[in-house]
């Protein structure tokens, strides 16, 4: 599986995340073939006479990937936040009752 970019680049996949083989001819040998840089190899991921199930093949690409312990920011929760207010609220309250006494 090539992609190709308006800019005239292409980009071949390098990863088989998932895939799906069925029937009597399915060949599993086959599936690494829709990463090997070649478009004139094919994969044989069989038939699906007589059944619901689909055949699929899920590709990956180098320039999608997001390794898994990347840093994300984290952003507080609405409910965290007016707790904050609410107890700043009840603080000036508070403070004001106490001044008037």
Known sequence: MRLNFADGSTEFANQVVDFTVLGDNGNLNTVENAIDGN????????NTVGQSDRLSVTLGFASSFVPEDSSTSSVPEPSSILGLFALGGL????????KSQ
Do not use: E, N, V
């Open 91 to 98: 603080g000036i309250l508070s403070l004001l009752k106490r």
């Open 39 to 46: 478009l004139l190899t094919h994969t044989t991921m069989g």
